[in-house]
T-cell receptor, first 119, second 111 residues
């Protein structure tokens, strides 16, 4: 079974600064996907960024980038030039790569990190 | 754009009532999921479905059932609602490797 740990229950950052959210995971799988999701207050959960474990290159989506360290089983999210709209709960999630198998796209989530961006 | 919709944003029911929460996706995804989200407990998987009429229990299926008669629609049923089922319910759908796409959530209050 997989586990995902987000060790920072809450974080805060000033607008325009950079913040890094931590995520570690434990798995015996060699091929998998990792995700960061964002859930703004009272709003829909959206997918921020996706990383395929067999790809060395870290994923980037505009101001969001990851630092994927496969050997260390670490998957941190860096938010550059933080904006007030980045205030949200952020979830790290793991999915086994299992084409035709029985995992059915199930995700294992971390407990979440509440990020507050201050003006 | 990917879209997952849920039948209600807010719902108030009485103890013992039968409650239906519906979820519809327009992405032709095979897999659909129901979660509940509670403060301090994160997201917990109730049930999921990997095909029409196929379902599997998640981590906390007790007190819930599901129905998937059509590929795009996945319903969560509370046979006899109880106060401890007051929660935020999230539906999601996925296709292999792409991650899950979530609906807006239904905040259910059972009085």
């Amino acid at each position: 079974a997989q586990t995902v740990t987000q060790s920072q229950p809450e974080m805060s950052v000033q607008e325009a600064e950079t913040v890094t959210l931590s995520c570690t995971y434990d798995t015996s799988e060699s091929n998998y996907y990792l995700f960061w999701y964002k859930q703004p207050p009272s709003r829909q959960m959206i997918l921020v960024i996706r990383q395929e474990a067999y790809k060395q290159q870290n994923a980037t989506e505009n101001r969001f980038s990851v630092n994927f360290q496969k050997a260390a089983k670490s998957f941190s999210l860096k938010i550059s030039d933080s904006q007030l709209g980045d205030t949200a709960m952020y979830f790290c999630a793991f999915m086994k790569h299992d084409p035709g198998g029985t995992s059915y796209g199930k995700l294992t989530f971390g407990q979440g990190t509440i990020l507050t961006v201050h003006p | 754009d990917v879209k997952v919709t849920q039948s209600s944003r807010y719902l108030v029911k009485r103890t013992g009532e039968k409650v239906f929460l519906e979820c519809v996706q327009d992405m032709d995804h095979e897999n659909m999921f129901w979660y509940r989200q509670d403060p301090g407990l994160g997201l917990r998987l109730i049930y999921f479905s990997y095909d029409v009429k196929m379902k599997e229990k998640g981590d906390i299926p007790e007190g819930y059932s599901v129905s998937r008669e059509k590929k795009e629609r996945f319903s969560l049923i509370l046979e006899s609602a109880s106060t401890n089922q007051t929660s935020m319910y999230l539906c999601a759908s996925s296709s292999q490797g792409k991650g899950q796409f979530f609906g807006p959530g239904t905040r259910l209050t059972v009085l």
